[in-house]
């Protein structure tokens, strides 16, 4: 079986490795020749652990290829993953455009059946809408299918969750098209679901924010436990041993971020209003994400009392450790609203960068972590890099003008941190 992948995003890229890894033989297809290049040579251009090894060595194997020729590329295929962009419009609904460009690309080129398949995140009825798209501009009448195999994978953790997934969904009601897909995935040992491909289509939102909706309860459940004097780790590890509930995204913080979590939750209440209701739960759920790392700037201007003047260190720019992604981070947010409150702020990030042209008087960026406690009046931690951990606290605590210590992932040991003789505040944690 030939797989075409188009789209060597993110998720295009992850896709085509871990087919490449499972055997088949694999094409990348982008128009973004830059990309190709870099692709081609080994070049990942985003971090992402373990794939770099792993598209050196299938370069290298012969299982997978990249191109801009779409002709070619779309002929010897049999399946083909969609994995294009889908951003945001301004009122939260998805930009389908790119979507809609590969199925007519598909249709104008393809030369018998093909199988579409819809990875990217789609709103419900896509599915439906790639099958028109393709109908109308299928000159030769060739026979195909359209399903939708949402994708799961997080970032920083792509490859175990792509090569190890709980579960694959397959979104169609051609027998032909199910066959297909079970045969692709017949090494994984995962539960794979067959349903319409709207269930598929509605499952990956539904994930997505309910999993946003854990977080921003717990989010806000520790601003109630920072009042009552509670632990919230304790809280969430004593939910999380019941299994209705599980212990995975528990964690409280400064909020959310990321290119799916914020989109996704925004497109899902885009196509319940488009339905004629409201989800709620939702609105309150972005409600406290975006308030979120306010609340641990509110803790910080309480013990240091006016920005002005005052020397802010941030630890983390990441959305998430083990990503260079900002897009969406509470990070940003924080140094703008630092920066808008006159404070001068030193950043440190061991991956990620500032987004260009992101750039103020007050602002500089770190090579090392050390360099920002310097005459610092806090510290912010804003993304829970395992190397801030290791960090050696205790001698960096004398540096600063005043030792402040905001933890706004609870990565830290409270205690231990008192001892060094830091002012220590997590998120319900202290
Ligand atoms: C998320 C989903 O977890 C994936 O299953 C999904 O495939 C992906 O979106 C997508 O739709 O493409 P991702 O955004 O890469 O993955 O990252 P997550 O690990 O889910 O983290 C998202 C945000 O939630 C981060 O800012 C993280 O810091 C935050 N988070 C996570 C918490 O604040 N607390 C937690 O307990 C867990």
């Known amino acids: 079986m030939n797989i075409l992948v188009i789209g060597t995003g993110y998720v295009g890229t992850t ?24 692709l081609q040579k080994g070049i990942l251009y985003f971090h992402e652990p373990g794939l770099k090894e792993l598209l050196i060595k299938h370069n290298n194997s012969g299982q997978l290829q990249f191109t801009s020729n779409k002709k070619e590329a779309i002929q010897k295929s049999d399946v083909i993953f969609i994995c294009v962009g889908t951003p945001s419009r301004p009122d939260g609904s998805a930009d389908l455009s790119y979507v809609k460009q590969v ?36 000159r030769h009448a ?40 079970q045969q692709l995935y017949s090494s994984m040992t995962c539960e794979i679901i067959e349903t319409t491909p709207r269930t598929a289509e509605l499952i990956k939102y539904a994930s997505n924010a309910f999993l946003a909706t854990k977080i921003s309860y717990m989010n806000e459940l520790s601003r109630l436990s920072d009042r009552l004097d509670v632990d919230i780790r ?27 979590f914020p989109k996704d939750v925004s497109a899902l209440q885009q196509t319940a209003e488009e339905n004629g209701m409201k989800l709620q739960i939702l609105e309150q759920v972005v409600n406290v994400n975006k308030s979120q790392y306010l609340y641990m700037l509110d803790k910080a201007k309480k ?19 083990d990503t260079d992604d900002i897009r969406e981070a509470p990070s940003l947010r924080l140094i703008q609203d630092l920066l808008g409150q006159q404070a001068t702020v030193h950043l440190y990030d061991p991956i990620a960068k500032l987004p260009a042209g992101f750039t103020h008087d007050h602002l500089t960026v770190a ?10 009046d806090a510290v912010f931690i804003c ?9 050696d606290w205790k001698s960096m605590h004398p540096q600063m003008k005043q030792p402040n210590l905001f933890d ?23």
């Not at 059946?113 to 501009?137: A, D, F, H, M, R």
């Open 367 to 376: 090579s090392m972590a050390e360099d920002v406690f310097k005459e610092a």
């Open 234 to 260: 304790e809280v969430a590890k004593g939910m999380g041993l019941d299994l209705r509930i599980g212990s995975r995204f528990l964690q409280a913080g400064i909020g959310y971020g990321g290119s799916c």
């Open 408 to 430: 706004g992932r609870n990565m830290l040991d409270a205690k231990t941190m008192k001892s060094f003789g830091y002012y220590y505040e997590g998120i319900g944690y202290k």
């Open 383 to 391: 993304t829970e890099w395992t190397m801030f951990q290791e960090l």
């Open 142 to 181: 060739h026979p195909y299918d359209v399903a939708s195999n949402p994708e799961f994978l997080r970032e920083g953790k792509a490859l175990e969750d792509s090569l190890h997934p709980d579960r694959i969904i397959i979104g169609t009601k051609s027998d032909r098209a199910a066959k297909l897909l």
């Open 103 to 138: 199925a007519e690309d598909v249709a104008y080129h393809m030369n018998g059946y093909k199988l579409v398949v819809n990875k990217s995140t789609v709103p419900v009825g896509t599915q439906e809408k790639v099958t028109e798209w393709i109908s109308e501009s299928n």
């Open 303 to 321: 013990r240091l009392g006016d920005f002005a003047g005052k020397k802010a260190a941030v630890l983390g720019l990441a959305f998430k450790p």
């Open 15 to 38: 896709t085509a490795l871990v087919f490449a890894e499972m055997g088949w033989k694999v094409t990348g297809l982008d128009t973004d020749q830059q990309k190709l290049n870099q």
